[in-house]
């Protein structure tokens, strides 16, 4: 296929491809609900997305070969998805999918700022506005706004699970931020398979060493598994399919759909649920992620 989407058409397509990546996380929780490890989970996922583009690179006659430099570079940048890999799946396994998303959406505030210290673009008006304005509704989504007693007992049960997606927005940040300043010229494809290549080596051996490789004990969690394997890889082909036939940089801040799409498939699938004040603040953060997102550079 060739040519440039119209937004009519683009618009809707990235709302889906978001929802698809929202219902792995969905299909990791029930995985994880039925016995699998977020190791087993993360490593299985992995390996099958880098096949995955294996068979696509091969399909569309692209080179594979790399400069020894620029290998080394993407096999580290790997290992920091690996990290972002396993805080987010851990996070979607002990706390509502929607919240750790939503904390973990916090990553283009963090690449900005990362960005704009290494000396890079100014975040401008937009930028200084968004930033505060994600906290806040981060702060409302989490529910922890009260007293200091029902804040912190709030804290004790989001906690981990908060930080944990924290510490996944992190990593995403600092892989997103080197491989602009290293791997922008490298093929999308390619960087993806290194980085799920590092993922699954990484996880998987640190799983298989440490005796966490658990499998599903049941049908139900071999159909989360085996969703989630086929969502992910999935969303990852059609990243490559679609995104580079849109128009405006712009119409990806479609993508930013997928916290709210995970806010409506755990409370269908899962029975989990926020009250609307959370609502509210889950809007805030994902409106001013598009605000960054639609900033003029």
């Known amino acids: 296929m ?4 119209s937004p009519r058409l683009a618009i809707p397509l ?39 583009m294996i068979a ?5 006659g692209a080179r594979l070969a790399l400069p020894r430099a620029t290998l080394a570079q993407g096999l580290g940048i790997g290992l920091l998805v690996a990290a972002q890999s396993y805080f987010l799946s851990s996070a979607v396994a002990i706390i509502p999918v929607a919240l750790a998303l939503l904390a973990f959406n916090i990553f283009p505030l963090l690449f900005m700022l990362l960005t704009w210290a290494a000396g890079g673009d100014n975040p401008g008006r937009r930028g200084l506005v968004a930033m505060p304005l994600a ?3 981060l702060v409302l989504a989490l529910d922890i706004l009260g ?8 804290w004790a049960v989001i906690g981990a699970g908060v930080s944990l997606a924290l510490g996944a927005a992190t990593s995403f940040a600092c892989a997103l931020f080197l491989t602009t300043r290293h791997m922008k010229d490298v093929d999308g494809r390619i960087r993806t398979l290194l980085a799920m290549s590092a ?14 490789l658990a499998l599903p004990t049941d049908a139900t969690g071999w159909m989360g598994l085996v969703l989630l394997t086929i969502l992910y890889g999935s969303g990852i082909t059609v990243t490559f399919t679609v995104v580079p036939r849109i128009g405006a940089a712009s ?11 995970a806010l409506i498939l755990g409370w269908a699938i899962l029975g ?26």
């Open 2 to 5: 060739s040519g440039i989407l």
């Open 14 to 52: 990235l709302m889906l491809l978001a929802s698809i990546f929202a219902a792995n996380h969905v299909a990791a929780r029930v995985a994880f609900d039925h016995g699998a490890s977020v190791a087993a989970a993360v490593a299985v996922r992995s390996s099958a997305t880098a096949l995955a």
């Open 56 to 60: 696509l690179l091969r399909l569309t």
């Open 135 to 137: 906290l806040f509704g």
């Open 147 to 154: 007293t200091l007693e029902s804040m912190a007992g709030r």
């Open 199 to 212: 993922t699954a080596v990484t996880v998987g051996g640190v799983g298989a060493v440490a005796g966490t």
């Open 251 to 261: 119409n990806t801040a479609a993508l930013n759909f997928e916290p709210i799409a």
């Open 272 to 297: 989990q649920s926020m009250a609307p004040r959370q609502l509210v603040g889950a809007l805030i953060v994902v409106g001013a992620v598009i605000l960054i997102g639609t900033r003029r550079h």
